[in-house]
């Protein structure tokens, strides 16, 4: 049974940062790109940021380049995302999830068959 549960989010103020844990367990961790996602109240869910499998290859989304880093830990089987610089319109809520390969880091949720529960993250001004 594929499991991922977020971890780390929380009310913060604005320019402060936090650091997201997915762990997962039931799948072949190394085998999967793991992605970030957030959906904020009223809008769709968007990508943020995701790793190939072997870490060697990223995607992070313009909005936030350079405050935002993903990182895996293949020996643990957790995923990360670093938030720096964090601004009220980060408020949302973040999931991660499993995609269907290794290597292809894919911006859209048709990639990721296997989702987590998500965990809020609210930056106030």
């Known amino acids: 049974q594929v499991r991922l549960v977020e971890s780390g989010g929380g009310l913060v103020q604005t320019g402060a940062s936090l650091r997201l844990a997915c762990a997962t367990s039931?799948?072949?961790?190394?085998?999967?790109?793991l992605g970030w996602f957030r959906k904020a109240p009223g809008k769709d869910r968007d990508f943020v940021a995701g790793?190939?499998?072997?870490?060697?290859?990223?995607n992070v989304a313009d909005s936030v380049k350079g405050r935002f880093t993903v990182s895996r830990d293949n020996a643990e089987a957790t995923v990360y995302l670093q938030m720096n610089s964090l601004k009220p319109e980060d408020t949302a809520v973040y999931y991660c999830?499993?995609?269907?390969?290794?290597?292809?880091?894919?911006?859209?949720?048709?990639?990721?068959?296997?989702w987590g529960q998500g965990t809020q993250v609210t930056v106030s001004s």
């Open positions: 039931g799948f072949t961790f190394s085998s999967r790109t």
């Open positions: 999830a499993a995609g269907s390969g290794r290597d292809l880091v894919a911006p859209f949720e048709s990639w990721y068959p296997y």
């Open positions: 790793i190939s499998g072997s870490g060697r290859n990223t």
